[in-house]
């Protein structure tokens, strides 16, 4: 079993989740293989009641060949965590923080299995997605669900962080990272905002678009780019299913453009999809189009989004604070909707019930 990464308190009193205040911090991610020997199985686990071909898995397995089989995921969440931990100390919160897969190790479940034997009655997760959507939201609240009826009665609760889309942290440490990159462009350079594609039908349900544009358009004009569009990587599925586009290889091959930067504000860590959709295809597909080509970080550990998630854990400690958040849409909800970020092809949900 996973221990917690930051330090441990002493065991929460034993009162009924919905009156126990918050004890403990769960970070809630996607996971992904950190050797080549986990490669296969991690994918196996990614895809798993879909039908995937073999040869497909194949395929994909090859891209992880090209880092050592290692995605960077895992080490990512790991920094982040060993950034928010002094972050929340220095403003007064003591909680523990636990560390928690969707598709690899440390599974979610035995995270909740460890905060169960810890004591832990009442966690706030923080899932490392910025934006509402079905695979960014509403599955890791379906994969909490199972994990908690696969420890048991005694499982904790888990409540969600907001969204920080458009939270002034994650947008100033994405800025930070446009302008270092437009730093290694031409003067009047395009910047190609990427997000994870998805299916047409899934954004139809939820406000995953809107959100990334809102993101795209602070970020844009805080940095004062003119010329920026938000495009999409990552597709999978078969060709028939209609995705969100343009893709971003797509996109740089019909630019005319002195230059084209690639931020990929749709992602909050440079995991693998990250660094080989954009690091090799969209950097080739920059080269043989011949353009000067710059990739901005992600959010990672930027100061200012490890703040920023301090932020959004204070808010929900002191019901009732204010909550930042720039642009147009006002802060993000805490609490989801019953019919929030379905995920568009008719497959029920526990939280249907």
Same mark, same amino acid.
């Given at each position: 079993?996973?221990?917690?990464?930051?330090?441990?308190k002493?065991?929460?009193?034993?009162?009924?989740?919905?009156?126990?205040?918050?004890?403990a911090?769960?970070v809630?991610?996607?996971g992904g293989p950190?050797g080549?020997?986990?490669?296969?199985?991690?994918?196996?686990?990614?895809?798993?009641?879909?039908?995937?071909?073999r040869?497909r898995?194949?395929?994909?397995?090859?891209?992880y060949?090209?880092?050592?089989?290692?995605?960077?995921?895992?080490?990512?969440?790991?920094?982040?965590?060993?950034?928010?931990?002094?972050e929340?100390r220095?403003?007064?919160?003591?909680?523990?923080?636990?560390?928690?897969?969707r598709?690899?190790?440390?599974?979610?479940?035995?995270?909740?299995a460890e905060?169960?034997?810890?004591?832990?009655?009442n966690a706030l997760?923080?899932?490392?997605s910025?934006y509402?959507?079905y695979?960014?939201?509403?599955?890791?609240?379906?994969?909490?669900?199972?994990?908690?009826?696969?420890?048991?009665?005694?499982?904790p609760?888990?409540?969600r962080?907001?969204?920080?889309?458009?939270? *002034?942290? !994650? @947008?100033? $440490?994405?800025?930070?990272?446009?302008? &270092?990159? /437009? %730093?290694?462009?031409?003067?009047?350079s395009?910047?190609?905002?990427?997000?994870?594609?998805?299916?047409?039908?899934?954004?139809?349900?939820?406000a995953y678009?809107a959100?990334?544009?809102?993101t795209?358009?602070?970020?844009?004009?805080?940095?004062?780019?003119?010329h920026?569009?938000?495009?999409?990587?990552?597709?999978?599925?078969p060709?028939?299913?209609?995705?969100?586009?343009p893709?971003?290889?797509?996109?740089?091959e019909?630019?005319?453009a002195?230059?084209?930067?690639?931020s990929p504000?749709?992602?909050?860590?440079?995991?693998?999809?990250?660094?080989y959709?954009?690091?090799?295809?969209?950097?080739?597909?920059?080269?043989?189009?011949?353009l000067?080509?710059?990739?901005?970080a992600?959010?990672?550990?930027h *100061?200012? !989004? @490890?703040? $920023?998630?301090?932020?959004?854990?204070? &808010?929900r /400690? %002191?019901?009732?604070?204010?909550?930042r958040?720039?642009?147009?849409?006002?802060?993000?909800w805490d609490?989801?909707?019953?019919?929030?970020?379905?995920p568009?092809?008719?497959?029920?949900?526990p939280?249907?019930?």
């Amino acid at each position: 079993m996973p221990t917690p990464v930051s330090e441990r308190k002493a065991p929460a009193d034993r009162a009924a989740p919905s009156d126990a205040p918050f004890d403990a911090i769960l970070v809630v991610s996607f996971g992904g293989p950190e050797g080549p020997d986990d490669v296969m199985p991690f994918l196996e686990n990614v895809t798993r009641g879909r039908g995937v071909p073999r040869e497909r898995l194949i395929d994909v397995a090859h891209h992880y060949e090209l880092f050592g089989g290692v995605s960077p995921i895992n080490a990512q969440n790991r920094a982040l965590i060993a950034a928010l931990a002094p972050e929340l100390r220095a403003h007064g919160i003591e909680l523990p923080i636990y560390f928690g897969n969707r598709n690899w190790h440390p599974l979610i479940a035995d995270a909740m299995a460890e905060m169960r034997d810890d004591g832990v009655r009442n966690a706030l997760a923080f899932l490392t997605s910025a934006y509402s959507s079905y695979s960014g939201c509403r599955q890791y609240r379906e994969n909490l669900f199972d994990a908690q009826q696969a420890v048991g009665p005694d499982a904790p609760a888990v409540s969600r962080l907001r969204m920080l889309y458009n939270h *002034p942290g !994650f @947008v100033q $440490a994405n800025v930070d990272h446009v302008r &270092e990159a /437009l %730093a290694q462009v031409p003067a009047g350079s395009h910047v190609a905002f990427t997000a994870h594609s998805i299916p047409a039908a899934m954004a139809r349900n939820c406000a995953y678009e809107a959100q990334l544009r809102e993101t795209a358009r602070l970020v844009a004009e805080t940095v004062g780019v003119e010329h920026w569009r938000v495009v999409y990587q990552s597709r999978s599925g078969p060709p028939q299913v209609p995705w969100l586009e343009p893709d971003v290889c797509d996109h740089i091959e019909q630019l005319r453009a002195p230059g084209v930067v690639v931020s990929p504000i749709g992602f909050v860590s440079d995991h693998l999809e990250v660094r080989y959709d954009l690091d090799v295809e969209a950097r080739d597909t920059a080269a043989r189009a011949g353009l000067p080509f710059a990739r901005a970080a992600s959010a990672g550990t930027h *100061p200012a !989004f @490890v703040a $920023a998630i301090r932020e959004a854990i204070a &808010e929900r /400690l %002191a019901p009732g604070s204010p909550k930042r958040a720039l642009g147009r849409f006002g802060p993000s909800w805490d609490t989801c909707a019953p019919d929030c970020c379905r995920p568009g092809n008719g497959r029920p949900s526990p939280w249907d019930a």
